[in-house]
């Protein structure tokens, strides 16, 4: 009879991927309605059909020497590795989203900024180069926190940035302590307050998110923010999750103890998409003519409603034009 070796695992950490259009109740934030309300929202949410997580391939073989398990879930994923298992603090362990749904463009803030893949011969060094534009990079050594205690939430996005002559419409900015909106273009853009307190609203994935790209010497043409593709990082790439065991100044972000051992409350993170708001513009099912229009943009979201009148298809979302700036955007209802 062969010697039966039982295999103890336990979570490294998990990372949770939440969409507010499939969460949000019309204009109220997920994080704000009720308990039972929220926890029966997450019990049927599932994020596989918006997005497609795997570990790069340097990552498959780290997670595999370590004889850890990568697991996708409804919620996002998870690593769990042996309890008698030791991880070098110095380990870093980097996780591609792609996306798998279209539509999924219609309804999330900051989508107008394009990801051009750009492949770019450098004279100097004879290398060919190639960078993808405005990818978000994620990671638990530069996310912000919120809460404690209990009510610990933990972002691998940074800190909402002070905004910047190059942010555009739906950009997240901070002025003071408010959490503000860009609803147009700049210069000159228009702007919707969120909340008059940046800490009573979950840190969303944004524009700061992007790094900026530091091109060798000779390279010319490159984007200013976004990632270098390589063998691990695809073409498909739109976001790039980066986790390092230890962090140093904020220990709450690492996954593993001063030994090297897995927490016994490991860490789970949190990625936010924020769902659009747009201008509600109601038009004549016959004649086209336009009956009202909402006086400020009312967010989209599957439930609820953030108005009192019938809301928008999610796939009809227009951006309204003065020459190259965008100066608001409009959802169309025909009735």
């Keep these: 009879m062969g010697e039966l070796i039982p295999s103890r695992y336990q979570r490294l950490f998990e990372v949770r991927l939440l969409h507010h259009y499939w969460l949000d ?66 380990t870093v362990l980097e996780f591609i989203i792609s996306t798998t749904r279209l539509p999924l463009f219609d309804y999330t803030a900051l989508t107008l900024r394009p990801q051009r893949v750009y492949e770019l011969l450098n004279p100097t060094d004879g290398v060919t180069y190639r960078y993808k534009e405005n990818v978000p990079v994620l990671s638990n050594l530069s996310g912000a926190n919120r809460g404690a205690g ?71 043409g490159a984007p200013a923010r976004g990632v270098q593709l390589t063998s691990d990082v695809t073409n498909d790439v739109f976001a790039l999750i980066q986790l390092t065991a230890v962090r140093g100044d904020n220990d709450v972000f690492s996954f593993v103890d001063g030994a090297g051992a897995p927490k016994a409350a490991p860490p789970a993170f949190q990625v936010r998409f924020k769902n659009r708001s747009t201008v509600w513009t109601y038009r004549d099912n016959k004649t086209g003519a336009v009956t009202s229009t909402s006086p400020n943009p009312l967010p989209l979201s599957y439930f609820g409603n953030a108005g009192t009148k019938q809301k928008p298809s999610r796939g009809h979302v227009k951006a309204e034009m003065s020459g190259a700036k965008v100066t608001r955007l409009i959802s169309e209802i025909y009735v």
Excluded at 150 to 172: H, M, Y
């Design 25 to 90: 109740d019309g204009a109220t934030l997920f994080d704000k309605i009720p308990d039972d309300a929220r926890n029966a929202r997450l019990l049927s949410y599932d994020v596989r059909p918006l997005f497609e997580v795997v570990p790069t391939s340097t990552t498959t073989h780290t997670l595999s020497g370590y004889h850890c398990l990568f697991r996708p879930s409804a919620l996002g994923f998870s690593v769990a590795a042996p309890r008698d298992g030791v991880i070098p603090a110095s």
């Design 150 to 220: 209990p009510n610990l939430a933990l972002f691998l996005s940074r800190e909402i940035p002070g905004g910047n002559a190059a942010d555009g419409v739906e950009s997240l900015v901070l002025s003071g302590r408010a959490l503000m909106q860009l609803t147009s273009d700049n210069p000159g853009a228009a702007t919707q307050q969120l909340a008059a307190q940046v800490t009573d609203f979950p840190v969303f994935v944004h524009q700061g998110d992007a790094p900026a790209i530091t091109p060798p010497a000779g390279l010319i």
